[in-house]
């Protein structure tokens, strides 16, 4: 059972002291707040994670923060869900790994 909340649409002023004040203020005990910053910027991007010390209290816990105002914005809180592996990286050609030089040498090689 995941432990980890996902808590979106928080304003970009909100740092993870006052994410962690607002749960803590509710009752539940966190173990970590992250605030997800852009990282060019380091500006906020207006989501973050906290992991509950208690996992039984992940249920309780979003329906007490879900909508709930933090600097006049309503909080989206949900259960965080596992990230993906990211496939890919390429070479700036949508992942396709393309290169003029390697196509003139396959056409020489052809050739020989």
């Avoid at 980890?4 to 607002?22: H, M, P, Q, S, Y």
């Avoid at 989206?76 to 196509?103: D, L």
Wanted: overall charge positive; glycine content about 12%.
């Amino acid at each position: 059972m995941s432990k980890k909340l996902f808590i979106g649409n928080c304003d970009f002023g909100v740092d993870e002291t006052a994410l962690k004040e607002l749960i803590e203020g509710k009752g539940f005990q966190t173990s970590s707040v992250q605030i997800v910053r852009d990282k060019f910027t380091d500006r906020s991007r207006g989501f973050g994670f906290a992991e509950l010390a208690n996992p039984d209290d992940l249920s309780k816990a979003i329906e007490a923060l879900n909508g709930v105002e933090l600097l006049g914005r309503a909080l989206n809180v949900n259960e965080a869900r596992e990230q993906k592996p990211r496939v890919g990286g390429g070479n700036g050609f949508f992942g396709k790994p393309y290169s003029k030089g390697s196509q003139r040498n396959e056409h020489r090689k052809r050739n020989w």
